[in-house]
Protein backbone atom coordinates (compact mmCIF):
# COMPACT_ATOMS: atom_id res chain seq x y z
CA UNK A 1 0.00 0.00 0.00
CA UNK A 2 0.86 3.37 0.00
CA UNK A 3 4.10 4.56 2.02
CA UNK A 4 2.89 4.96 5.83
CA UNK A 5 4.21 5.43 9.30
CA UNK A 6 7.98 6.61 10.55
CA UNK A 7 9.28 3.70 12.48
CA UNK A 8 11.12 1.71 10.15
CA UNK A 9 11.99 -2.27 10.45
CA UNK A 10 15.39 -2.30 11.25
CA UNK A 11 17.82 -5.01 10.10
CA UNK A 12 21.37 -5.62 11.52
CA UNK A 13 23.74 -7.95 10.05
CA UNK A 14 27.67 -8.96 10.56
CA UNK A 15 29.98 -7.32 7.78
CA UNK A 16 30.36 -10.27 5.71
CA UNK A 17 27.00 -12.26 6.47
CA UNK A 18 24.02 -12.57 3.91
CA UNK A 19 20.79 -9.84 4.30
CA UNK A 20 17.39 -10.41 3.60
CA UNK A 21 15.24 -8.19 3.72
CA UNK A 22 11.15 -8.84 2.91
CA UNK A 23 8.47 -6.66 1.33
CA UNK A 24 5.17 -6.81 1.01
CA UNK A 25 3.25 -5.40 -1.67
CA UNK A 26 -0.33 -4.51 -2.12
CA UNK A 27 -1.79 -5.06 -5.65
CA UNK A 28 -1.97 -8.29 -6.81
CA UNK A 29 -2.10 -6.88 -10.52
CA UNK A 30 1.18 -4.73 -9.97
CA UNK A 31 3.73 -6.07 -12.90
CA UNK A 32 6.62 -4.35 -12.22
CA UNK A 33 8.64 -3.92 -8.95
CA UNK A 34 12.13 -2.18 -8.00
CA UNK A 35 14.16 -2.04 -4.97
CA UNK A 36 15.90 1.09 -4.13
CA UNK A 37 18.63 2.23 -1.40
CA UNK A 38 18.18 5.35 0.25
CA UNK A 39 21.40 6.61 2.16
CA UNK A 40 20.78 9.58 4.41
CA UNK A 41 20.18 12.94 2.55
CA UNK A 42 20.42 11.67 -0.68
CA UNK A 43 17.75 9.79 -3.09
CA UNK A 44 16.66 6.91 -3.59
CA UNK A 45 19.21 4.93 -5.84
CA UNK A 46 18.19 1.86 -8.40
CA UNK A 47 19.24 -1.65 -7.06
CA UNK A 48 17.54 -4.38 -8.98
CA UNK A 49 13.93 -4.57 -11.22
CA UNK A 50 11.93 -7.43 -11.55
CA UNK A 51 8.82 -8.06 -14.40
CA UNK A 52 5.53 -9.81 -12.57
CA UNK A 53 6.74 -12.75 -15.30
CA UNK A 54 9.51 -13.46 -13.39
CA UNK A 55 10.47 -15.32 -10.11
CA UNK A 56 14.16 -14.34 -9.39
CA UNK A 57 16.53 -11.85 -10.61
CA UNK A 58 19.95 -11.13 -9.81
CA UNK A 59 22.26 -8.59 -10.53
CA UNK A 60 25.59 -8.03 -8.80
CA UNK A 61 25.73 -9.56 -5.14
CA UNK A 62 21.77 -8.63 -4.63
CA UNK A 63 18.74 -11.11 -5.59
CA UNK A 64 15.19 -10.04 -5.83
CA UNK A 65 12.86 -13.11 -5.50
CA UNK A 66 9.12 -12.64 -6.24
CA UNK A 67 6.34 -14.81 -4.71
CA UNK A 68 3.01 -13.49 -6.78
CA UNK A 69 1.09 -15.99 -5.02
CA UNK A 70 1.44 -14.56 -1.66
CA UNK A 71 2.69 -10.80 -2.75
CA UNK A 72 6.24 -10.86 -1.19
CA UNK A 73 9.04 -9.55 -2.40
CA UNK A 74 12.71 -9.59 -0.68
CA UNK A 75 15.94 -8.66 -1.82
CA UNK A 76 18.82 -10.81 -1.10
CA UNK A 77 22.49 -8.56 -0.32
CA UNK A 78 25.44 -11.57 -0.41
CA UNK A 79 28.52 -10.63 1.70
CA UNK A 80 27.10 -7.61 3.41
CA UNK A 81 29.63 -4.62 3.28
CA UNK A 82 29.27 -1.73 5.58
CA UNK A 83 28.83 0.45 2.75
CA UNK A 84 24.90 -1.21 2.16
CA UNK A 85 23.93 0.58 5.26
CA UNK A 86 20.92 2.28 4.10
CA UNK A 87 17.31 2.37 4.09
CA UNK A 88 15.78 0.27 0.94
CA UNK A 89 12.09 0.49 -0.19
CA UNK A 90 10.34 -1.54 -2.31
CA UNK A 91 8.32 0.10 -4.58
CA UNK A 92 5.56 -1.54 -7.10
CA UNK A 93 4.07 -0.38 -10.28
CA UNK A 94 0.85 -1.10 -11.34
CA UNK A 95 -0.42 2.59 -12.65
CA UNK A 96 1.47 3.16 -15.72
CA UNK A 97 4.76 5.23 -14.19
CA UNK A 98 3.43 5.65 -10.56
CA UNK A 99 5.35 3.57 -7.94
CA UNK A 100 3.59 2.61 -4.35
CA UNK A 101 6.75 2.41 -2.02
CA UNK A 102 6.81 0.19 0.78
CA UNK A 103 8.01 1.78 4.40
CA UNK A 104 11.17 0.55 3.94
CA UNK A 105 13.87 -1.19 6.42
CA UNK A 106 16.99 0.13 7.72
CA UNK A 107 20.08 -2.04 7.25
CA UNK A 108 22.89 -1.51 9.95
CA UNK A 109 26.13 -3.44 9.09
CA UNK A 110 28.36 -3.65 11.62
CA UNK A 111 32.16 -3.95 11.18
CA UNK B 1 24.73 10.17 -10.14
CA UNK B 2 21.36 9.06 -11.42
CA UNK B 3 21.66 12.02 -14.17
CA UNK B 4 18.39 13.66 -12.95
CA UNK B 5 19.06 16.80 -11.57
CA UNK B 6 17.05 19.29 -8.44
CA UNK B 7 17.99 22.64 -7.77
CA UNK B 8 17.46 24.19 -5.10
CA UNK B 9 19.26 21.22 -2.93
CA UNK B 10 18.33 23.60 0.21
CA UNK B 11 15.19 26.15 0.39
CA UNK B 12 14.23 28.05 3.78
CA UNK B 13 11.09 30.03 3.66
CA UNK B 14 8.15 31.46 5.64
CA UNK B 15 4.99 30.07 6.20
CA UNK B 16 2.47 31.71 3.16
CA UNK B 17 5.17 31.99 0.95
CA UNK B 18 5.77 30.60 -3.00
CA UNK B 19 8.80 28.12 -3.75
CA UNK B 20 9.98 26.58 -7.00
CA UNK B 21 11.31 23.41 -7.19
CA UNK B 22 13.55 22.56 -10.50
CA UNK B 23 14.30 19.24 -11.91
CA UNK B 24 16.20 18.46 -15.23
CA UNK B 25 15.52 15.04 -15.93
CA UNK B 26 18.12 12.29 -17.60
CA UNK B 27 18.94 13.49 -20.67
CA UNK B 28 16.80 11.25 -23.33
CA UNK B 29 14.06 11.21 -20.84
CA UNK B 30 10.47 11.60 -21.34
CA UNK B 31 8.10 11.37 -18.16
CA UNK B 32 8.84 12.86 -15.39
CA UNK B 33 7.58 12.11 -11.84
CA UNK B 34 7.37 14.18 -7.96
CA UNK B 35 7.73 12.23 -4.70
CA UNK B 36 7.25 13.88 -1.40
CA UNK B 37 9.14 12.25 1.96
CA UNK B 38 8.20 13.10 5.16
CA UNK B 39 8.83 11.30 8.66
CA UNK B 40 5.62 10.84 9.23
CA UNK B 41 4.54 9.92 5.25
CA UNK B 42 7.14 8.32 3.74
CA UNK B 43 7.50 8.75 -0.41
CA UNK B 44 4.26 9.79 -1.67
CA UNK B 45 3.74 9.67 -5.31
CA UNK B 46 2.41 13.42 -6.19
CA UNK B 47 2.11 13.97 -10.28
CA UNK B 48 3.97 12.75 -13.23
CA UNK B 49 4.70 14.66 -16.39
CA UNK B 50 5.27 12.29 -19.84
CA UNK B 51 6.65 14.92 -22.78
CA UNK B 52 4.82 17.90 -21.72
CA UNK B 53 1.10 16.45 -20.72
CA UNK B 54 0.37 15.56 -17.02
CA UNK B 55 -0.37 11.76 -17.25
CA UNK B 56 -1.04 11.02 -13.24
CA UNK B 57 -1.92 12.55 -10.24
CA UNK B 58 -1.01 11.43 -7.04
CA UNK B 59 -1.48 12.70 -3.48
CA UNK B 60 -0.42 15.83 -4.71
CA UNK B 61 -2.52 19.39 -2.83
CA UNK B 62 -4.32 22.29 -4.50
CA UNK B 63 -1.68 24.44 -3.49
CA UNK B 64 1.12 22.48 -5.47
CA UNK B 65 1.24 22.62 -8.98
CA UNK B 66 4.01 21.49 -11.54
CA UNK B 67 4.71 21.48 -15.27
CA UNK B 68 7.00 20.36 -18.00
CA UNK B 69 8.48 22.48 -20.43
CA UNK B 70 9.26 21.54 -23.83
CA UNK B 71 12.77 20.77 -23.21
CA UNK B 72 11.66 18.21 -20.86
CA UNK B 73 12.36 19.98 -17.74
CA UNK B 74 9.56 20.29 -15.26
CA UNK B 75 8.57 22.53 -12.07
CA UNK B 76 7.10 21.92 -9.03
CA UNK B 77 5.53 24.95 -7.41
CA UNK B 78 4.54 25.23 -3.76
CA UNK B 79 2.30 28.02 -2.42
CA UNK B 80 0.91 29.51 0.50
CA UNK B 81 3.41 27.35 1.96
CA UNK B 82 2.45 25.44 5.65
CA UNK B 83 5.22 24.01 8.45
CA UNK B 84 4.10 20.87 7.30
CA UNK B 85 4.85 21.23 3.72
CA UNK B 86 8.56 21.13 4.87
CA UNK B 87 10.00 17.84 3.44
CA UNK B 88 12.14 16.51 0.94
CA UNK B 89 10.76 16.98 -2.90
CA UNK B 90 12.57 14.54 -5.42
CA UNK B 91 12.42 14.55 -8.98
CA UNK B 92 12.60 11.73 -10.56
CA UNK B 93 12.49 10.90 -14.37
CA UNK B 94 12.24 7.55 -16.58
CA UNK B 95 12.52 7.00 -20.52
CA UNK B 96 8.94 6.57 -21.05
CA UNK B 97 5.85 6.97 -18.93
CA UNK B 98 4.39 3.45 -18.69
CA UNK B 99 4.91 0.45 -16.52
CA UNK B 100 8.41 -1.45 -16.71
CA UNK B 101 10.16 1.38 -17.19
CA UNK B 102 13.39 2.49 -14.37
CA UNK B 103 12.80 5.35 -12.80
CA UNK B 104 15.77 7.71 -11.34
CA UNK B 105 15.67 9.59 -8.57
CA UNK B 106 17.25 13.17 -8.24
CA UNK B 107 19.02 14.52 -5.23
CA UNK B 108 16.04 15.72 -4.20
CA UNK B 109 15.21 19.22 -2.69
CA UNK B 110 15.09 20.42 1.01
CA UNK B 111 12.34 22.64 1.92
CA UNK B 112 12.11 24.05 5.53
CA UNK B 113 9.42 26.02 6.13
CA UNK B 114 9.52 28.30 9.14
Redesign the interface.
Known sequence: G?????HLPTLSVQEGDNSIINCAYSNSAS??F?W?KQESG?????II?I?SNMDKRQGQRVTVLLNKTVKHLSLQIAATQPGDSAVY?CAE?????????G??TELSVKP | DSGVTQTPKHLITATGQRVTLRCSPRSGDLSVYWYQQSLDQGLQFLIQYYNGEERAKGNILERFSAQQFPDLHSELNLSSLELGDSALYFCASSAQGGSGNTIYFGEGSWLTVV
Not at chain 1, 42 to 46: E, L
Not at chain 1, 93 to 101: A, E, R, W
Request: charged share 20%; aromatic share 18%.
Open positions: ESVGLDYIYKGPQFDRFNNQGGKLIFQG
